[in-house]
């Protein structure tokens, strides 16, 4: 497709439960970027990714959320144990040059909203 | 850290008026600035963007932003408002150094009234 992907589009999971979010970026592009959108606020970054490397995962909130982009193209998000504060709309952008350089562009996708019970 | 500021959380103005969203952002050093919308039921579209020469930055559908430096701030604008312009704006920063981590603002709902 022409644009940035996300599946499931609506995920609603018991607390404890794992989940995979899933992030199809649009061909070509090098750098892939997860966000999370709690209701009522801005989205607001989780990590990011050149081609498979993983740069900064900073703002993971902490070891239950991992996410990887084996072959630098579509990437995972995986929360393990889900708690009712997980949940949250969660995007996926990506841009043709690499997170670095200057004066690039982030397309997002459709977002993934998950709710916790 | 940088961080962003809307003022206007929820807007409502009837068809034809004319638009300004207040954004303001903390940075010191060389910024790229971002206006993205989001209709209803759609995912976040870029709406316009300001990286460098022209502080006035034209986008689509009528939009236009203007960087003023010297009050870290980055409001856009529209003439005249239409129903189909009823969506959540967000303001967004890069630094222009180093890679693009993006800072939202909280956002600002709009709602036009026909």
């Known amino acids: 497709g022409a644009g940035v992907s996300q599946s499931p589009r609506y995920k609603v999971t018991k607390r404890g439960q794992d989940v995979a979010l899933r992030c199809d970026p649009i061909?070509?592009?090098?750098?892939l970027y997860w966000y999370r959108q709690a209701l009522g606020q801005g989205p607001e970054f989780l990590t990011y990714f050149n081609y498979e490397a993983q740069q900064d995962k900073s703002g993971l909130p902490n070891d239950r959320f991992s996410a990887e982009r084996p072959e630098g193209s579509i990437s995972t998000l995986t929360i393990q144990r889900t708690e009712q504060r997980d949940s949250a709309m969660y995007r996926c952008?990506?841009?043709?040059?690499?997170?670095?350089?200057?004066?690039?562009?982030?397309?997002f996708g459709p977002g993934t909203r998950l709710l916790v019970l | 850290a940088q961080s962003v500021s809307q003022h206007n959380h929820h807007v409502i103005l009837s068809e034809a008026a004319s638009l300004e969203l207040g954004c303001n952002y903390s940075?010191?050093?060389?910024?790229?600035l971002f206006w993205y919308v989001q209709y209803p039921g759609q995912h976040l579209q870029l709406l316009l963007k300001?990286?460098?020469?022209?502080?006035l930055v034209k986008g689509i559908k009528g939009f236009e932003a203007e960087f003023i430096k010297s009050k870290f701030s980055f409001n856009l604008r529209k003439p005249s408002v239409q129903w189909s312009d009823t969506a959540e704006y967000f303001c967004?920063?890069?630094?222009?150094?180093?890679?693009?981590?993006?800072?939202f603002g909280i956002g600002t709902k709009l709602q036009v009234i026909p």
């Open positions: 952008a990506s841009s043709l040059g690499s997170a670095e350089q200057t004066q690039e562009t982030q397309y």
């Open positions: 061909s070509g592009h090098v750098s």
């Open positions: 940075y010191g050093g060389t910024v790229n």
């Open positions: 967004a920063v890069t630094n222009s150094g180093g890679y693009q981590k993006v800072t």
């Open positions: 300001y990286f460098s020469g022209d502080p």
